[in-house]
């Protein structure tokens, strides 16, 4: 991929360097300074979308895992995609250019979408002006099995937007309540990536605006290094103002089983059987996910209340007895034509797994409500005060052949002797074949064809969230001790030593791709990749 590319890639390292020094020079004071004096005279076109009164700065700094305040000089609240073109052309041609992050609902946990004395892009400001406008940020064409959405919008909206064509798409998150660029800008991942891959899969055409102020519209076909960058590139090539997602036919309705187990290796074996099963749609499941039950944790949690209230203490006796348990937790989608069959199929998968007798559980909820499953925890979670807390979370994605050691590590030894582990810890498998390297995002370099995702989805209090990053620290380390060769989702790296061994024999076609389409380094500055400070 090297050859499409004018310069070697020492030379683009030095590039960056210089830049990178010029452009830190007098350090917070002169990021200060170096916003253009134009954006705040009355009489710039983009005057009126600059906002900086002390509440919406105070928002702009923070982030869902409240860890991270990084202060912008200003918000940038578009109401067209030209008010964003003109912004990062304006900075791109300025003697000394500004930062400038998109942000979507600043769900990142580290001050991914932050911009220290730069300016913030607040998309959510063009997201109210096209949904009051007849919804142009969601265009379904039917005929084509697909739909145009902007970048701004959430995927909730997309999927009751192509719900009134009986269509929707295939690949999604836990959580419906994000931006489609902020989740595209890292992948998408969640219980269906193991049968229809992460988000960015799903993805025919985008139209970004670029580093240089380039309003782009790429695709495999055209412009495909923007495309493949842009796609997991954790927002440093360009700003997502539009995507085309292919669509397929709407389920109505799903049947959603949760099983226990005890042994992890059961577990596991259990969970690669399912998602390596063969077939036709009707013979495959459409959702498999994991996560750990834990003496110290509530039996249901913020995410999802499943288990019956008479089965809580049973549950509760095994997980003491345990220490820890192991839910597997699979969904299988049908319509009214698919319906008189879907318990037999049911039943058919589930033959032959180990799980514990007795402890067998199933729902039969709409499509929406499985998809929104989160919505309701959400909104308990906020009437009580415990949404805008510190969320410390750790995400990585573990290769197959050092899952066992990682149980046995982590959370039968760390998780186990700290104690404080009360969140949801999900674990579930993903089927490499389903992911496209030329994408940006990375997974294991392992040959292993499975690799799984593990997340501890922390919520904590003011005065103690160090107690869990020190966890999730210690749970590094581990895995750097052992030889386990992981790679964090929704990375967080400070030094650009890291960022290298992050994206490995990526590194080189990251670098090359920022040189082509964000020379100056403007984008996304909270990813810390090539900026310090």
């Given at each position: 991929?090297?050859?499409?590319?004018?310069?070697?890639?020492?030379f683009?390292?030095l590039?960056?360097?210089?830049?990178?020094?010029?452009?830190?020079?007098?350090?917070?004071?002169?990021?200060?300074?170096?916003?253009?004096?134009?954006?705040?005279?009355?009489?710039?076109?983009l005057?009126?979308?600059?906002?900086?009164?002390?509440?919406?700065?105070?928002?702009?700094?923070?982030d869902?895992?409240n860890?991270?305040?990084?202060?912008?000089?200003?918000?940038?609240?578009?109401?067209?995609?030209?008010?964003?073109?003109?912004?990062?052309?304006?900075?791109?041609?300025?003697?000394?250019?500004?930062?400038?992050?998109?942000?979507?609902?600043?769900?990142?946990?580290?001050?991914?979408?932050?911009?220290?004395?730069?300016?913030?892009?607040?998309?959510?400001?063009?997201?109210?002006?096209?949904?009051?406008?007849?919804?142009?940020?969601?265009?379904?064409?039917?005929?084509?099995?697909?739909?145009?959405?902007?970048?701004?919008?959430?995927?909730?909206?997309?999927?009751?937007?192509?719900?009134?064509?009986?269509?929707?798409?295939?690949?999604?998150?836990?959580?419906?309540?994000?931006?489609?660029?902020?989740?595209?800008?890292?992948a998408?991942?969640?219980?269906?990536?193991?049968?229809?891959?992460?988000q960015?899969?799903?993805?025919?055409?985008?139209?970004v605006?670029?580093g240089?102020?380039?309003?782009?519209?790429?695709?495999?076909?055209?412009?495909?290094e923007?495309?493949?960058?842009?796609?997991?590139?954790?927002?440093?090539?360009g700003?997502?103002?539009?995507?085309?997602?292919?669509?397929?036919p709407?389920?109505?309705?799903?049947?959603?089983?949760?099983?226990?187990?005890?042994?992890?290796?059961?577990?596991?074996?259990?969970?690669?059987?399912?998602?390596?099963?063969?077939?036709?749609?009707?013979?495959?499941?459409?959702?498999?996910?994991?996560?750990?039950?834990?003496?110290?944790?509530?039996?249901?949690?913020?995410?999802?209340?499943?288990?019956?209230?008479?089965?809580h203490?049973?549950?509760?006796?095994?997980?003491?007895?345990?220490?820890?348990?192991?839910?597997?937790?699979?969904?299988?989608?049908?319509?009214?034509?698919?319906?008189?069959n879907?318990?037999?199929?049911?039943?058919?998968?589930?033959?032959?797994?180990?799980?514990?007798?007795?402890?067998?559980?199933?729902?039969?909820?709409?499509?929406?409500?499985?998809?929104?499953?989160v919505?309701?925890?959400?909104?308990?979670?906020?009437?009580?005060?415990?949404?805008?807390?510190?969320?410390?979370?750790?995400?990585?994605?573990?290769?197959?052949?050092?899952?066992?050691?990682?149980?046995?590590?982590?959370?039968?030894?760390?998780?186990?002797?700290?104690?404080?582990?009360?969140?949801?810890?999900?674990v579930?498998?993903?089927?490499?074949?389903?992911?496209?390297?030329?994408?940006?995002?990375?997974?294991?370099?392992?040959e292993?064809?499975?690799?799984?995702?593990?997340?501890f989805?922390?919520s904590?209090?003011?005065?103690?969230?160090?107690?869990?990053?020190?966890?999730?620290?210690?749970?590094?380390?581990?895995?750097?001790?052992?030889?386990i060769k992981?790679?964090?989702?929704?990375?967080?790296?400070?030094t650009?030593?890291?960022?290298?061994?992050?994206?490995?024999?990526?590194?080189?076609?990251?670098?090359q791709?920022?040189?082509?389409?964000?020379?100056r380094?403007?984008?996304?500055?909270?990813?810390?990749?090539?900026?310090n400070?």
């Amino acid at each position: 991929m090297a050859e499409n590319y004018p310069f070697p890639t020492y030379f683009i390292l030095l590039i960056i360097t210089i830049t990178r020094l010029i452009s830190t020079v007098g350090k917070t004071e002169q990021w200060k300074s170096s916003l253009p004096i134009e954006l705040s005279k009355p009489n710039n076109i983009l005057f009126k979308n600059v906002i900086n009164d002390p509440k919406t700065i105070e928002i702009a700094s923070s982030d869902y895992g409240n860890l991270v305040h990084e202060f912008p000089a200003a918000v940038f609240r578009p109401t067209t995609v030209n008010d964003i073109v003109s912004l990062v052309k304006l900075s791109f041609n300025s003697s000394v250019p500004f930062r400038i992050a998109a942000r979507g609902q600043g769900h990142s946990t580290c001050g991914q979408a932050m911009a220290r004395d730069g300016v913030v892009v607040d998309m959510k400001g063009l997201r109210e002006i096209n949904n009051n406008n007849n919804n142009v940020g969601i265009k379904v064409f039917k005929e084509g099995n697909y739909v145009d959405v902007g970048g701004e919008q959430l995927w909730i909206d997309v999927l009751y937007g192509t719900l009134e064509y009986g269509l929707a798409p295939v690949s999604w998150t836990d959580y419906l309540y994000l931006t489609v660029g902020g989740t595209l800008s890292n992948a998408g991942i969640s219980g269906q990536t193991f049968r229809y891959g992460p988000q960015i899969t799903s993805v025919h055409q985008m139209d970004v605006v670029t580093g240089k102020g380039e309003f782009v519209t790429c695709s495999k076909q055209k412009n495909s290094e923007l495309f493949h960058g842009v796609l997991g590139g954790l927002g440093q090539f360009g700003i997502i103002t539009r995507a085309r997602i292919a669509l397929e036919p709407a389920p109505k309705r799903v049947k959603w089983v949760r099983l226990l187990y005890s042994d992890f290796s059961i577990f596991t074996k259990d969970q690669e059987r399912l998602i390596s099963m063969k077939g036709s749609k009707n013979s495959s499941l459409d959702y498999l996910e994991g996560m750990l039950l834990m003496h110290q944790g509530p039996i249901n949690n913020w995410r999802s209340s499943f288990f019956p209230l008479a089965d809580h203490q049973r549950i509760i006796s095994l997980v003491t007895q345990h220490r820890v348990l192991y839910c597997l937790e699979i969904a299988k989608y049908y319509d009214d034509q698919s319906e008189i069959n879907v318990n037999k199929e049911i039943q058919v998968l589930l033959q032959g797994l180990n799980h514990i007798p007795g402890f067998y559980y199933e729902k039969n909820v709409s499509f929406v409500e499985f998809l929104n499953r989160v919505r309701s925890g959400e909104l308990k979670l906020q009437s009580q005060g415990l949404w805008d807390v510190p969320h410390p979370w750790l995400n990585l994605f573990i290769p197959k052949s050092r899952i066992l050691d990682f149980n046995s590590g982590v959370f039968k030894k760390i998780i186990y002797k700290r104690n404080i582990t009360t969140g949801p810890v999900l674990v579930y498998p993903m089927n490499r074949n389903k992911w496209d390297n030329k994408m940006s995002a990375r997974i294991p370099d392992e040959e292993d064809e499975i690799f799984y995702a593990v997340g501890f989805l922390h919520s904590s209090g003011f005065d103690n969230w160090k107690e869990f990053d020190a966890q999730n620290r210690e749970i590094l380390q581990f895995c750097n001790d052992v030889g386990i060769k992981y790679k964090l989702y929704l990375p967080h790296y400070r030094t650009q030593e890291d960022w290298t061994n992050h994206f490995g024999p990526k590194w080189t076609t990251f670098l090359q791709r920022k040189f082509q389409f964000d020379p100056r380094m403007i984008l996304s500055p909270g990813q810390r990749i090539f900026n310090n400070n």
